[in-house]
């Protein structure tokens, strides 16, 4: 079965899926499929729960809002390996 946004919140049309149907979208899922949303959430666990249990994910940017940031680390780690 084939979704788009509008569709996600209609929680009886998953209710129905035979067990063979796919489908490309589930209700909520772009906070983790983006890349954006999922740098966003992860940066929030990290914040609430620390960054030693939300370390699997290499240090992200959201540009161009965050690109300020972007060049402080990029810069920092050029010159860390000089």
């Known amino acids: 079965m084939w979704t788009c946004t509008s569709s996600q919140q ?3 049309i998953y209710e129905n899926l035979h067990e063979y149907q796919k489908i490309n979208h589930f209700m ?9 949303r999922l740098c966003y959430n992860v ?3 990290q914040l609430k ?3 030693d249990h939300f370390d ?7 540009l161009p809002d965050e690109y300020s940031e972007f060049q402080k680390s990029f810069s920092k780690e050029r010159d860390e390996e000089e």
Do not use: H, V, W
């Open 56 to 62: 699997f994910l290499p240090e992200t940017y959201i």
């Open 28 to 36: 909520s899922a772009s906070e983790l499929t983006r890349k954006d």
């Open 10 to 12: 209609r929680q009886y």
């Open 43 to 45: 940066g929030r666990m």
């Open 49 to 51: 729960y620390g960054r």
